[in-house]
């Protein structure tokens, strides 16, 4: 169903990184397939497996800068905390198979030295 959303909205990563945990890796290859991502690109993250905002932020600084989008797949309270990072106050809880997008203004994934981040989207399962 969100794979389904994520796909109608146009949301096509250039990048995916998924935690090795059976649910969320089940879940990054399901959008995957409903967005035509290349299934031997996606990645799996071992940093990503209950990770906190600092792990989301050294995980997302250390990809390439010629990646013109990233999406993770992980858990909570960890994306939570990670969004609210970004976008101060945004929600007290991601749902599960919740999706948020953010557009990030920086020549390369450092996010601590980013100025500018920007809802584009958020959605999950029961909005």
Known sequence: MMATRISDAGIRPSLIL???AVRAWTTAKAVAHEISYPSEFL???SELYLAGTQTLINVVTKQDAGFSS???VGHNPGLTDFANFM???LTDNVP???VV???VEA???DLRSATNFELISYDYPKK
């Open 107 to 109: 020549n390369d994934w």
């Open 70 to 72: 990233i999406m993770l």
């Open 18 to 20: 998924s935690s090795p």
């Open 43 to 45: 990645q799996r993250e």
């Open 87 to 89: 976008l101060p106050g």
């Open 101 to 103: 997008v953010i557009q």
């Open 96 to 98: 599960t198979c919740g």
